[in-house]
């Protein structure tokens, strides 16, 4: 059974940072490519990142764009994102998610396009 579980949200300052991890469980890690989305409420969920199997290939909306950065540690099975610069807008409930196959090709940016999903984490940025 695949689990995934985010944690390191909470509240901060405009301008501040704050790094999430997702820890997953019950998948080949190594070969599983990831994303990081968020939501407001009443809003649909939209990406903020994706990252390949090996790392080395990710991409981002537009949004966060220099102020997040997406990685993972494979021998740990952990998908972490730093967020930078943190605005106000970036409030939202961040969620971990997992495909089974590439969505690169397919949309990385739809959620329909990921298989598996962690409860989500909360972040609130304001003053």
């Known amino acids: 059974q695949v689990q995934l579980v985010e944690s390191g949200g909470g509240s901060v300052q405009p301008g501040g940072s704050l790094r999430l991890s997702c820890v997953a469980s019950?998948?080949?890690?190594?070969?599983?490519?990831m994303g990081w989305f968020r939501q407001v409420p009443g809003q649909e969920r939209e990406v903020v990142a994706s990252i390949n199997p090996g790392g080395y290939v990710a991409f981002y909306e537009d949004p966060v764009k220099g102020r997040f950065t997406v990685s993972r540690d494979n021998a740990k099975n952990t998908l972490y994102l730093q967020m930078n610069s943190l605005k106000p807008e970036d409030t939202a409930m961040y969620y971990c998610?997992?495909?089974?196959?590439?969505?690169?090709?397919?949309?990385?940016?739809?959620?329909?396009?990921?298989?598996?999903w962690g409860p989500g984490t909360q972040v609130t940025v304001s003053s």
């Open positions: 998610s997992a495909a089974e196959t590439s969505p690169f090709t397919r949309g990385w940016a739809r959620a329909s396009n990921y298989d598996y």
């Open positions: 019950g998948l080949i890690f190594s070969d599983t490519y």
